[in-house]
C-alpha cells in the first residue's frame, strides 16, 4: 500500500508524511544502496585476489579505506589483502576492526582465528571459532569449518593429557599472572 505525500504519516505523529517518515524512508534506501554497491565492489576486489591480481585489489582496497574507513567489509578487503603480502601482525588487526564494526562477521573471525593460531595464540583462535559457532551455528558452512578446528585442538591438546578446557584455563592463568621485572643473571 502506498503513502499519499499529504495524507498523515502513519507513525502517529500527527504530521503529514511528507514532513515526517517520508525522509527517513529515502535516507534510508540510499544507506542501503550504498551499502550494496560497496559490498559488490569488496567482492570485486576479493575476486581478484583469488584470480592472481592482487595489486589490483590492494589498490581498490587503499581506495576504499580512505573513503569508508568504518566499514567492516573494507577492513576485512584490507586484511585479506596484508595476508597475501604475510604481513600478519597488520592483518590482524584490520579483522580487529572488522569485528569491531560487526560482531557478527563469521569471516573475520575465521581469519582472525586462523592467524593466532599462526602466532600460537591458542586462546584466541578457540574463542574465535567458538564465536562462530555461538553465531552460525554447527550446520552453517564456516560453523562446520569452526567445528572441525576445535575438534583438532581438543585431538592436539588430549595427546598433551589435558582436556582443551584444561589447557585454555592453564594458559588463561599464565598469561594473568603478573611479570617479574628481575631476570635471572647467573
Not at 560482531?103 to 593466532?116: D, G, I, K, Q, S
Not at 572441525?148 to 592463568?173: H, P, R, S, V
Given at each position: 500500500?502506498?503513502?499519499?505525500?499529504?495524507?498523515?504519516?502513519p507513525?502517529?505523529?500527527?504530521?503529514?508524511?511528507k514532513?515526517?517518515?517520508?525522509?527517513?524512508?529515502?535516507?534510508?534506501v540510499?544507506?542501503?544502496?550504498?551499502?550494496?554497491?560497496l559490498?559488490e565492489?569488496?567482492d570485486?576486489?576479493?575476486?581478484?585476489i583469488?584470480?592472481?591480481d592482487?595489486?589490483?585489489?590492494?589498490?581498490?582496497?587503499e581506495r576504499?579505506?580512505?573513503l569508508?574507513?568504518d566499514?567492516?567489509?573494507v577492513?576485512?578487503?584490507?586484511?585479506?589483502?596484508?595476508?597475501q603480502?604475510?604481513?600478519?601482525?597488520?592483518?590482524?588487526?584490520?579483522?580487529?576492526d572488522?569485528?569491531?564494526?560487526?560482531p557478527?562477521?563469521?569471516?573475520?573471525?575465521f581469519?582472525?582465528?586462523?592467524?593466532?593460531?599462526?602466532?600460537?595464540?591458542?586462546?584466541?583462535?578457540?574463542?574465535c571459532?567458538r564465536?562462530?559457532?555461538e553465531?552460525e551455528?554447527?550446520?552453517?558452512?564456516?560453523?562446520?569449518?569452526?567445528?572441525?578446528?576445535l575438534?583438532?585442538?581438543?585431538?592436539?591438546?588430549?595427546?598433551?593429557?589435558?582436556?582443551?578446557e584444561e589447557?585454555?584455563?592453564?594458559?588463561?592463568?599464565?598469561?594473568?599472572?603478573p611479570k617479574?621485572?628481575?631476570?635471572?643473571?647467573?
Amino acid at each position: 500500500m502506498k503513502i499519499e505525500r499529504n495524507s498523515l504519516c502513519p507513525c502517529g505523529s500527527g504530521k503529514k508524511y511528507k514532513k515526517c517518515c517520508i525522509t527517513s524512508e529515502h535516507r534510508s534506501v540510499k544507506i542501503v544502496s550504498v551499502f550494496s554497491e560497496l559490498q559488490e565492489v569488496c567482492d570485486d576486489a576479493l575476486a581478484k585476489i583469488e584470480a592472481g591480481d592482487l595489486l589490483s585489489a590492494e589498490l581498490e582496497a587503499e581506495r576504499l579505506y580512505d573513503l569508508y574507513p568504518d566499514d567492516h567489509m573494507v577492513n576485512f578487503l584490507q586484511g585479506v589483502c596484508l595476508v597475501q603480502r604475510k604481513r600478519y601482525d597488520e592483518a590482524i588487526l584490520f579483522f580487529e576492526d572488522a569485528i569491531h564494526i560487526n560482531p557478527r562477521f563469521c569471516e573475520a573471525y575465521f581469519n582472525l582465528a586462523n592467524l593466532y593460531r599462526q602466532e600460537m595464540k591458542t586462546v584466541e583462535s578457540v574463542a574465535c571459532f567458538r564465536k562462530i559457532i555461538e553465531i552460525e551455528g554447527e550446520r552453517g558452512d564456516l560453523g562446520k569449518l569452526a567445528k572441525e578446528e576445535l575438534d583438532w585442538f581438543e585431538k592436539m591438546i588430549q595427546e598433551t593429557g589435558e582436556t582443551l578446557e584444561e589447557y585454555l584455563q592453564a594458559n588463561t592463568l599464565f598469561e594473568e599472572e603478573p611479570k617479574s621485572g628481575n631476570l635471572c643473571t647467573y
